[in-house]
Each structure stands twice: as structure tokens, then as C-alpha cells.
């Protein structure tokens, strides 16, 4: 069986006047029906761009190289245009973002917006749309649904605004959903209860997710697999069991040792210095070597990717066996 | 016994809403809040988005105003003070926001806004400014070149510790840190919880630091108070607190925060709604989400007061 989503070489270019970059170089990994694919990285390593890209709506400067695909369902979804792209967008994939204030639009109330959505992609009559757009977010979580349907933006909390986000985003019951840091910027108590409402659907319909975060303490418990991406490239990729149990790229073990933890005995975190650097600054051997507490003669050169164990692969030459 | 460095008793904040017409309702925003901070120790304020944490910590600059109540620093009222004697008392305390971005000017130049404090207290003379600037962005980790940048060529972890060189420009005695390290990767976090630990040893800087997620208070406070709707309603020992939370409110807090270990499953979230859920006329303003099995009526119409039993410190009718 082929996977749900299928993206091979991805790469985002943009040109810049001192030279074009290439923030999303050489991407690749596959989301099935009903699992949870954990994309993480820090800010700078191209998460978004790579969402973007998926659903074509990269910054106009930004263009993808030739040779990334993206298959949904065998479709190559970077080659829509017009009428089949609209077609595709919402109804087939979906997509949260983090700052639901300033994804929503202001000047409608949120349930028109949940069913505007509902109306593009299902045959139904405006009472019908309003009646599924009232009943999407009392499944959402909303309290009261039929009162809140009426509200704007402004009149939300945080957590009630990317309630309606979701609303929206799976009004059309997509295969796959992309969720772009949809918690990073709301409580715990409302990040756990909206990360369930997304798992739900996975569990219950077979949504396939994409969830992409910056911490790895909150995907540890709810995805199936985990790619961690490092300076527009994906440094490690494996079960998340795995990934946590025995991970084999530095950079990895880096983001690990940063996470605070509630649980156990106290201790306290390890910071790894720096930040991802900008892409134009980016070394031509192993990017994370500048950070790298680990780095030896080889890292001046890119390593090439090597598979610790079948679903296992880590772009490091510690990995190799026998450095 | 020496009087602790922060002694805020009985604090109550009020906003009114600004209706287009008629009177506006007084919502409070603090209500009967106590606390002390010693000298050179850290007391974290945890709660949920509109618990009332930034009105505490505003209130206790002067940014907002205070309905009742009383703040001492190091000894003399802080809400009587007035002109020169306020601005005294302000170089003790400083604040460091959490969205360094807005926080920051972003038309002065990085040194510029570190020196004006620096200015502002006539710390030093102009012709050792620059020196003192450089010093001071060394201390929290920034190259001294970054001192004729402006914030937007900076990053988000650097805007922070421009925000944290800031604040220590007048050297304090209390830094006050409002979700500092929220917005933040997890990576920088952590680098950013380790200066503060680093600055707070080196300079004996206490700290009142305000955040939502537990795992972060771990890393920094000695003692922690959970804050529900403008009111105190557990405090303690950090360790001690969150080994045995007493308050439903807290246990709640701790189990939402997520396990960053794959082999748990996600159990069921622990709290429904959030603060929009309602805030009661009289009562436990936790009971609209209170799950404690012994929850009744009593809950809805008597306020728990702040009960102490051990180390902590619960406002609940049926716990611990």
C-alpha cells in the first residue's frame, strides 16, 4: 500500500540579492492514513515553508526547484492549478496555523467562517451548512456552539479562536491534516485538549497528520514517528519510540536534553548554544557541525544518510558504524 | 527576622470595562493576593492565560493601578511613593516581557536601549556608556557587536537577553520576568533558563517569574504560587508541590503538561474549557471546572480560603 502523503526531494529556493537560497533543500517523508508524522526543528530550519509549499501558498518571492513532488493519493498535489488546486485545498488537505487570531478573518463571525468552508466543498444548502458549521464546533470543544457561532474573532480566547480554526480546517473531513505549531502559543491545560481533539480524528477517521512543533516534549507522546529537521534538511527520522530511546544524530540529542521535564527527579536542562544560522550562511559539509558538541575531521563534508535500524535513518557520520 | 525584599499584602486589581454605553462592569483582576520574596530568591506565578499573573506582576512596577492593598520593596511603600522617591524605588525593580519584539523600541539601536536606563538613573558617564553597554550584552551571552543593530536583525532568543541586558543596566535587586521564555523554542529556552539561573547566583538577583507551563517553573523557582482567576489557590516549595499537588486546579496544571516520554499514551486532557468558562459571583472561582469527586454545593456559594497544611498552602474545601 503506498502511503497518504508521499513528498520526495522537496526543495524551496528563494532568491535573495546576495544569491539564491534554498531554505527547504532535498526533503522527503510520508504520512499514512490514521498516523501522526511529528515534523521538529527550530525556528529557522524550514518547518513552515515545507507547510506552505504542500499547499502552494510559499511567500511569491519563494518557488519550489524542479523535482520535488508531492503525491496525495498517488496525485501529485505541487502540479494543481485553478479549479482542481481549490478543489484540493480544504477538502483533501487542511491546514492550522499557529496564530489562529491572525488566521482568522476578523470582520466575520466565526461560524460564518466554518461555514463558508463547508459551503466550497459540500453540496449543501446554506441552512444545512449553518446546521454542520454549529454542530463542527461543539465537536471542537466550543461550549455552547449555537452562541458562539456568532461571535467574532476578538470575542474568543486564544484556545476558542484555533477551536474554530480546526472547525474550519476540517469542515470537509480531509485526508490530511498539517498543523503548524497549533499549540505554541496557548496554555498546557488548552494545548493538551486541543492536541486530543486532532488525535481524535485521527483515531476515529483515519486523518492522516502532519504535526509540526519545535518541541519534542510535546509530540512524544501522540505521534507515530518523528522527523527532525535541521537547516532545511531532515537530520533524523524514525519511530518516535525509537527516536526517543536511541537517538542518533546530535542535533537530536541536543533538543532532547533542552526539554524541561514535570515528571521524575529534578534536573536541570541542558542548553545546546547558537541557533540554526541563516540559510545563506549555511556550512557546505554537515550544517549542524558548527554546533555540534561531537563534530571530528569527516563533518566538514555533508554526510550522507545511513539507516541505524529499517524505519531508522540519520544524516551523521557517527552513525556510519565506527567513526 | 529581616523583612523579605517584596511584601505585597491583601493586593486587589480591578479593571472596568469600557462599554459603549452605560456604566462599566469592575472586573477584578486580582483579588486579595499575598506574597513575599526574599533576597535573592525566585517565587514563580503559574496559572492559565487571564489568571491574573501580568496584573500582579504590573501592579507591582506601577504600571497598573492597585484597587487595595499593599507593596513594600526592601522596606518602604512602593503605592506611596511619589516623583523621585518612586524612581528610586523602580531602579530595584525591573521587568523583562515576554514579547521581546514589542517589548523592544524598534527604531533605537540595541545598545541605545540597553543605555537607557543607564541614562534615565545617571548610572555612569556618558563617556563610559558604550563600555557599560558592551559589558552588559557580554554578560547575557551577545556579542558587543550587536549593540549598533537594530531588534528586528536579531532573533527571538537574542531579543530576550537584549530585554534581560535591560533590565540589569540599573542593577536591580528584583527582576520581575513575565513569561519570558514562552514564545521561545524549546533550544533557546533553555539557554535562556540557564542565564537566568547563571545572573541570579552571580548577582544575587531575586526573582519573581511568571509562566504557564510547570516544567519551566522547575527549572528556576524555589517556591511556586498557582494563580486561578486573580486568586491564589496553592503555594509551596516547587519540589514539594508538584510531588503532592493538593488543589484540583494544580493536579489539573500538571497533567495537562505533555510527558516527553513516547511510552505513555496521552491519557484523556485533564481540565475542559479554559478561563472563558465562567467566573462565579460566589463561590470556588475554580468550580465551573473543578472535577473533585467531593465538588458540591458549598463549593458554589462559600470561597475556600488559603488554608496552610505542611509546607503549602491550599484554598480548597475539600483538599488536601
Same mark, same amino acid.
Given at each position: 500500500?503506498?502511503?497518504?502523503?508521499?513528498?520526495?526531494?522537496?526543495?524551496?529556493?528563494?532568491?535573495?540579492?546576495?544569491?539564491?537560497?534554498?531554505?527547504?533543500?532535498?526533503?522527503?517523508?510520508?504520512? %499514512?492514513? *490514521?498516523?501522526? !508524522?511529528?515534523? /521538529?526543528?527550530?525556528? #529557522?530550519?524550514?518547518?513552515?515553508? @515545507?507547510? +506552505? &509549499?504542500? =499547499?502552494?501558498?510559499?511567500?511569491?518571492?519563494?518557488?519550489?526547484?524542479?523535482?520535488?513532488?508531492?503525491?496525495?493519493?498517488?496525485?501529485?498535489?505541487?502540479?494543481?492549478?485553478?479549479?482542481?488546486?481549490?478543489?484540493?485545498?480544504?477538502?483533501?488537505?487542511?491546514?492550522?496555523?499557529? %496564530?489562529? *487570531?491572525?488566521? !482568522?478573518?476578523? /470582520?466575520?463571525?466565526? #461560524?460564518?467562517?466554518?461555514?463558508? @468552508?463547508? +459551503? &466550497?466543498? =459540500?453540496?449543501?444548502?446554506?441552512?444545512?451548512?449553518?446546521?454542520?458549521?454549529?454542530?463542527?464546533?461543539?465537536?471542537?470543544?466550543?461550549?455552547?456552539?449555537?452562541?458562539?457561532?456568532?461571535?467574532?474573532?476578538?470575542?474568543?480566547?486564544?484556545?476558542?479562536?484555533?477551536?474554530?480554526?480546526?472547525?474550519?480546517?476540517?469542515?470537509?473531513?480531509?485526508?490530511?491534516?498539517?498543523?503548524?505549531?497549533?499549540?505554541?502559543? +496557548?496554555?498546557?491545560?488548552?494545548?493538551?485538549?486541543?492536541?486530543?481533539?486532532?488525535?481524535?480524528?485521527?483515531?476515529?477517521?483515519?486523518?492522516?497528520?502532519?504535526?509540526?512543533?519545535?518541541?519534542?516534549?510535546?509530540?512524544?507522546?501522540?505521534?507515530?514517528?518523528?522527523?527532525?529537521?535541521?537547516?532545511?534538511?531532515?537530520?533524523?527520522?524514525?519511530?518516535?519510540?525509537?527516536?526517543?530511546?536511541?537517538?542518533?544524530?546530535?542535533?537530536?540529542?541536543?533538543?532532547?536534553?533542552?526539554?524541561?521535564?514535570?515528571?521524575?527527579?529534578?534536573?536541570?536542562?541542558?542548553?545546546?548554544?547558537?541557533?540554526?544560522?541563516?540559510?545563506?550562511?549555511?556550512?557546505?559539509?554537515?550544517?549542524?557541525?558548527?554546533?555540534?558538541?561531537?563534530?571530528?575531521?569527516?563533518?566538514?563534508?555533508?554526510?550522507?544518510?545511513?539507516?541505524?535500524?529499517?524505519?531508522?535513518?540519520?544524516?551523521?557520520?557517527?552513525?556510519?558504524?565506527?567513526? | 527576622?529581616?523583612?523579605?525584599?517584596?511584601?505585597?499584602?491583601?493586593?486587589?486589581?480591578?479593571?472596568?470595562?469600557?462599554?459603549?454605553?452605560?456604566?462599566?462592569?469592575?472586573?477584578?483582576?486580582?483579588?486579595?493576593?499575598?506574597?513575599?520574596?526574599?533576597?535573592?530568591?525566585?517565587?514563580?506565578?503559574?496559572?492559565?492565560?487571564?489568571?491574573?499573573?501580568?496584573?500582579?506582576?504590573?501592579?507591582?512596577?506601577?504600571?497598573?493601578?492597585?484597587?487595595?492593598?499593599?507593596?513594600?520593596?526592601?522596606?518602604?511603600?512602593?503605592?506611596?511613593?511619589?516623583?523621585?522617591?518612586?524612581?528610586?524605588?523602580?531602579?530595584?525593580?525591573?521587568?523583562?516581557?515576554?514579547?521581546?519584539?514589542?517589548?523592544?523600541?524598534?527604531?533605537?539601536?540595541?545598545?541605545?536601549?540597553?543605555?537607557?536606563?543607564?541614562?534615565?538613573?545617571?548610572?555612569?558617564?556618558?563617556?563610559?556608556?558604550?563600555?557599560?553597554?558592551?559589558?552588559?550584552?557580554?554578560?547575557?551571552?551577545?556579542?558587543?557587536?550587536?549593540?549598533?543593530?537594530?531588534?528586528?536583525?536579531?532573533?527571538?532568543?537574542?531579543?530576550?537577553?537584549?530585554?534581560?541586558?535591560?533590565?540589569?543596566?540599573?542593577?536591580?535587586?528584583?527582576?520581575?520576568?513575565?513569561?519570558?521564555?514562552?514564545?521561545?523554542?524549546?533550544?533557546?529556552?533553555?539557554?535562556?533558563?540557564?542565564?537566568?539561573?547563571?545572573?541570579?547566583?552571580?548577582?544575587?538577583?531575586?526573582?519573581?517569574?511568571?509562566?504557564?507551563?510547570?516544567?519551566?517553573?522547575?527549572?528556576?523557582?524555589?517556591?511556586?504560587?498557582?494563580?486561578?482567576?486573580?486568586?491564589?489557590?496553592?503555594?509551596?516549595?516547587?519540589?514539594?508541590?508538584?510531588?503532592?499537588?493538593?488543589?484540583?486546579?494544580?493536579?489539573?496544571?500538571?497533567?495537562?503538561?505533555?510527558?516527553?516520554?513516547?511510552?505513555?499514551?496521552?491519557?484523556?486532557?485533564?481540565?475542559?474549557?479554559?478561563?472563558?468558562?465562567?467566573?462565579?459571583?460566589?463561590?470556588?472561582?475554580?468550580?465551573?471546572?473543578?472535577?473533585?469527586?467531593?465538588?458540591?454545593?458549598?463549593?458554589?456559594?462559600?470561597?475556600?480560603?488559603?488554608?496552610?497544611?505542611?509546607?503549602?498552602?491550599?484554598?480548597?474545601?475539600?483538599?488536601?
Amino acid at each position: 500500500m503506498s502511503a497518504l502523503l508521499e513528498v520526495r526531494d522537496l526543495r524551496v529556493r528563494i532568491p535573495l540579492p546576495a544569491g539564491t537560497v534554498t531554505p527547504v533543500d532535498g526533503v522527503s517523508f510520508s504520512v %499514512d492514513c *490514521g498516523e501522526m !508524522l511529528a515534523l /521538529v526543528g527550530e525556528s #529557522g530550519a524550514g518547518k513552515s515553508l @515545507t507547510c +506552505l &509549499a504542500l =499547499l502552494q501558498l510559499l511567500p511569491a518571492a519563494a518557488y519550489l526547484a524542479s523535482g520535488s513532488t508531492a503525491l496525495l493519493g498517488g496525485q501529485d498535489i505541487l502540479a494543481l492549478r485553478g479549479e482542481a488546486l481549490r478543489a484540493t485545498r480544504g477538502k483533501r488537505i487542511a491546514i492550522v496555523f499557529q %496564530d489562529a *487570531g491572525a488566521s !482568522l478573518n476578523p /470582520v466575520l463571525t466565526a #461560524g460564518d467562517q466554518v461555514r463558508e @468552508t463547508v +459551503l &466550497a466543498h =459540500l453540496p449543501m444548502t446554506r441552512a444545512e451548512a449553518r446546521a454542520r458549521a454549529v454542530s463542527l464546533l461543539g465537536e471542537m470543544g466550543l461550549p455552547e456552539p449555537a452562541v458562539q457561532y456568532d461571535r467574532y474573532p476578538h470575542q474568543l480566547s486564544g484556545g476558542m479562536r484555533q477551536r474554530v480554526m480546526l472547525a474550519i480546517a476540517l469542515a470537509a473531513e480531509p485526508e490530511l491534516l498539517i498543523a503548524d505549531e497549533p499549540t505554541s502559543a +496557548l496554555d498546557v491545560t488548552v494545548q493538551a485538549q486541543i492536541l486530543e481533539l486532532i488525535d481524535h480524528e485521527r483515531r476515529t477517521r483515519g486523518l492522516g497528520v502532519l504535526l509540526v512543533s519545535h518541541d519534542l516534549g510535546v509530540v512524544a507522546s501522540r505521534a507515530d514517528r518523528v522527523a527532525v529537521l535541521y537547516a532545511g534538511q531532515i537530520v533524523e527520522q524514525a519511530p518516535t519510540r525509537e527516536l526517543f530511546g536511541a537517538p542518533a544524530h546530535p542535533y537530536t540529542r541536543g533538543l532532547l536534553a533542552a526539554i524541561p521535564r514535570l515528571r521524575g527527579p529534578f534536573a536541570t536542562t541542558r542548553p545546546m548554544p547558537g541557533s540554526v544560522p541563516d540559510p545563506a550562511s549555511w556550512p557546505s559539509g554537515c550544517r549542524f557541525a558548527p554546533r555540534c558538541p561531537e563534530r571530528f575531521a569527516r563533518c566538514d563534508a555533508l554526510p550522507a544518510i545511513t539507516q541505524p535500524s529499517v524505519n531508522h535513518a540519520v544524516r551523521c557520520w557517527l552513525a556510519e558504524g565506527g567513526s | 527576622m529581616t523583612e523579605p525584599l517584596l511584601l505585597v499584602r491583601n493586593l486587589s486589581v480591578e479593571y472596568r470595562e469600557r462599554p459603549l454605553f452605560g456604566h462599566g462592569r469592575r472586573v477584578p483582576a486580582v483579588e486579595g493576593v499575598s506574597l513575599e520574596i526574599a533576597r535573592g530568591e525566585t517565587l514563580a506565578l503559574v496559572g492559565e492565560s487571564g489568571s491574573g499573573k501580568s496584573s500582579l506582576a504590573q501592579a507591582i512596577v506601577r504600571l497598573v493601578d492597585v484597587s487595595s492593598g499593599e507593596i513594600r520593596f526592601a522596606g518602604e511603600d512602593l503605592l506611596a511613593a511619589r516623583g523621585e522617591n518612586l524612581r528610586r524605588l523602580r531602579r530595584g525593580v525591573q521587568i523583562v516581557f515576554q514579547d521581546s519584539a514589542t517589548a523592544l523600541n524598534p527604531r533605537m539601536l540595541v545598545g541605545d536601549a540597553v543605555a537607557e536606563g543607564l541614562i534615565i538613573h545617571d548610572l555612569v558617564a556618558p563617556g563610559e556608556r558604550a563600555g557599560r553597554v558592551a559589558q552588559l550584552l557580554e554578560e547575557v551571552g551577545l556579542d558587543q557587536g550587536l549593540a549598533g543593530r537594530y531588534p528586528r536583525d536579531l532573533s527571538g532568543g537574542q531579543r530576550q537577553r537584549v530585554g534581560i541586558a535591560r533590565a540589569l543596566a540599573v542593577d536591580p535587586a528584583l527582576l520581575i520576568c513575565d513569561e519570558p521564555v514562552s514564545a521561545l523554542d524549546v533550544s533557546i529556552q533553555s539557554q535562556i533558563l540557564a542565564l537566568l539561573r547563571e545572573l541570579q547566583q552571580r548577582r544575587g538577583l531575586a526573582c519573581l517569574f511568571i509562566a504557564h507551563d510547570l516544567a519551566v517553573v522547575r527549572q528556576i523557582a524555589q517556591r511556586t504560587m498557582v494563580m486561578y482567576l486573580g486568586r491564589v489557590v496553592e503555594s509551596g516549595p516547587t519540589e514539594a508541590l508538584l510531588a503532592s499537588p493538593q488543589h484540583p486546579y494544580t493536579q489539573a496544571l500538571i497533567a495537562s503538561a505533555p510527558d516527553p516520554d513516547p511510552s505513555t499514551r496521552e491519557a484523556p486532557p485533564a481540565l475542559r474549557s479554559d478561563l472563558s468558562a465562567g467566573r462565579p459571583e460566589a463561590g470556588c472561582p475554580f468550580e465551573p471546572r473543578c472535577t473533585h469527586p467531593r465538588r458540591d454545593a458549598r463549593c458554589r456559594t462559600e470561597r475556600p480560603e488559603l488554608n496552610q497544611a505542611g509546607g503549602t498552602s491550599t484554598a480548597c474545601h475539600y483538599s488536601p
